[in-house]
């Protein structure tokens, strides 16, 4: 398998359960993983692997949609990569949350997901 990795991705958006982050918004870090078998090898054209500026897009499209929790995010952006990318085979997806409205704390907050495809429930 072949590995390719969208790092420190950066991103202002609307999400949280508080109300002034649906107001003000905060800033994010994504981070992807996404393991993959290629069309051959050695991979020698763009059509024989996946083009991290299609994964790019799709996270960024993601980011834009405000939402409560980051772990829905996450796999919904998982769910998005298998159905869009049929060779993945296993990713992951972290989101953090950069200065979380957490009294006293100075730090980030991290939400992650890894899946297989083969693990995927069916939904009807």
Known sequence: MLKIELSKMQFHGYHGVHEEESKAGGNF???????????AMP????TET??????????KQRMEKPTRLLETIA????????KTFLSVQ???VSIRKL???????????V???TAKRNDLKQNP
């Open 90 to 92: 296993e990713l992951e």
């Open 50 to 59: 996946i083009d991290y500026t299609q994964l790019y897009t799709l996270v």
């Open 99 to 109: 200065n979380p409205p957490i009294p006293f704390f100075n730090g980030s907050v």
């Open 111 to 113: 939400a992650a997901y």
């Open 29 to 39: 870090e994504v981070n992807l993983i996404v393991y993959f078998e290629p069309v």
């Open 75 to 82: 796999t919904e952006i998982a769910n998005e990569i298998f």
């Open 43 to 46: 991979v020698r054209h763009l």
